[in-house]
């Protein structure tokens, strides 16, 4: 079996399956630990209070709003995480990988310049929030070995993606889905985990702000 043979193989299936077993695993966790029942009166809506929870938080708080930092945080965010949504599920490559390896279908894939694009703003985006934990006094604080492991293995992911793009190169391709199988195998056990808890942890400070009476 060669290298590539292998990677595609065996060492997708696993990763895959760390993936999806340990992150339902900690979801599972999240989901039936127990916790103090409320004794106060509520006086205000548990649903509403988690959908303000799970919503109102997409902009910045209007007493923020003239905020530079806040503005740099909040569009440099949107920048990397819809960067990076648009080239895991609309890259041509991966569009192709889905629909031979995973679902059997596939959809339209983003043009050759839609890819640059896209690649333009996750790379901006993820480096300067990965900047700004070594330069702001309060994030650098506050910012584990975790975070720096987890922005540096999907920064080297989406560079070695953008270098296997022409998929001439077995060896490029190789590197690339090595890198990938790396970052699944670390995503259930690491920060990267927020993609599926932030509805979860933000719908439940949410529901309780609700059943007070307030909001977050």
Same mark, same amino acid.
């Given at each position: 079996?060669?290298?590539? *043979?292998?990677?595609?193989?065996?060492?997708?299936? *696993?990763?895959?399956?760390?993936?999806?077993?340990?992150?339902?695993?900690?979801?599972?966790?999240?989901?039936?630990?127990?916790?103090?029942?409320?004794? *106060?009166?509520? =006086?205000?809506? =548990?649903?509403?209070?988690?959908?303000?929870?799970?919503?109102?938080?997409?902009?910045?708080?209007? @007493?923020?709003?003239?905020?530079?930092?806040?503005?740099? =945080?909040?569009?440099?965010?949107?920048?990397?995480?819809?960067?990076?949504?648009?080239?895991?599920?609309?890259?041509?490559?991966? =569009?192709?990988?889905?629909? %031979?390896?995973?679902?059997?279908?596939?959809?339209? @894939?983003?043009?050759?310049?839609?890819?640059? +694009?896209? *690649?333009?703003? @996750?790379?901006?985006?993820?480096?300067?929030?990965? +900047?700004?934990?070594?330069?702001?006094?309060? +994030?650098?604080?506050?910012?584990?070995? %975790? %975070?720096?492991?987890?922005?540096?293995?999907?920064?080297?992911?989406?560079?070695?993606?953008?270098?296997?793009?022409? /998929?001439?190169?077995?060896?490029?391709?190789?590197?690339?889905?090595?890198?990938? /199988? @790396?970052?699944?195998?670390?995503?259930?056990?690491?920060?990267?985990?927020?993609?599926?808890?932030?509805?979860?942890?933000?719908?439940?400070?949410?529901?309780?702000?609700?059943?007070?009476?307030?909001?977050?």
């Amino acid at each position: 079996m060669t290298l590539i *043979a292998f990677l595609e193989g065996p060492m997708w299936t *696993a990763s895959v399956v760390v993936f999806t077993v340990f992150g339902l695993w900690r979801l599972f966790v999240i989901l039936t630990t127990g916790r103090l029942p409320v004794q *106060a009166r509520p =006086v205000g809506s =548990v649903g509403l209070g988690a959908a303000r929870g799970i919503l109102g938080h997409f902009l910045p708080r209007r @007493a923020f709003l003239g905020q530079g930092r806040m503005w740099f =945080v909040t569009l440099a965010g949107y920048a990397f995480h819809l960067g990076l949504f648009a080239l895991l599920f609309f890259a041509a490559p991966h =569009v192709a990988f889905i629909r %031979d390896h995973i679902l059997g279908v596939g959809w339209p @894939a983003l043009p050759r310049w839609g890819f640059i +694009v896209a *690649a333009q703003f @996750a790379f901006a985006g993820l480096l300067a929030l990965w +900047v700004r934990r070594f330069v702001d006094p309060v +994030v650098r604080l506050i910012s584990r070995p %975790d %975070d720096h492991i987890a922005a540096g293995l999907t920064f080297v992911v989406m560079l070695t993606g953008c270098m296997a793009l022409g /998929e001439q190169s077995t060896t490029l391709r190789g590197i690339h889905l090595a890198f990938v /199988e @790396a970052w699944l195998i670390y995503f259930p056990f690491s920060s990267l985990m927020h993609t599926f808890t932030w509805p979860l942890s933000r719908g439940f400070t949410g529901a309780l702000a609700g059943r007070r009476g307030t909001r977050m």
